[in-house]
Nanobody, 124 residues
Framework: QVQLVEAGGGLVQAGGSLRLSCAAS????????MGWFRQAPGKERDFLAA????????YYANSVKGRFTISRDNDKNTVYLQMNSLKLEETAVYYC?????????????????WGQGTQVTVSS
């Protein structure tokens, strides 16, 4: 089992920045690939970014490429999502997720474990 706890959400003005963190605990949590998703009310859960555990290869949705950066600190079992130039429409609950042997890290269904989510509200 792996437990994930997100932090760092809050209220930010459009154009501003936030850094989310996701602390993982449990068995060999540092060997999991990690991803970030978000879900706005009434919408599907959308992929944002992912990072492999071995090579630290990163993957991004086109909508956030160049503005968001995913990173991980395996010593701390923590993954981060630095979000810059936030837009009003990016108000959502942001989730981190973990998978041991994911083949397609872009798909929410690949992930085995999920955090409880953290609210990000972007205001004008």
């Amino acid at each position: 089992q792996v437990q994930l706890v997100e932090a760092g959400g809050g209220l930010v003005q459009a154009g501003g920045s936030l850094r989310l963190s996701c602390a993982a605990s449990g068995r060999t949590s540092s060997t999991y690939a990690m991803g970030w998703f978000r879900q706005a009310p009434g919408k599907e859960r959308d992929f944002l970014a992912a990072i492999s555990w071995r090579a630290g290869t990163t993957y991004y949705a086109n909508s956030v490429k160049g503005r968001f950066t995913i990173s991980r600190d395996n010593d701390k079992n923590t993954v981060y999502l630095q979000m810059n130039s936030l837009k009003l429409e990016e108000t959502a609950v942001y989730y981190c997720a973990a998978v041991l042997h994911g083949k397609n890290l872009y798909r929410a269904s690949e992930y085995e474990y999920w955090g409880q989510g953290t609210q990000v509200t972007v205001s004008s």
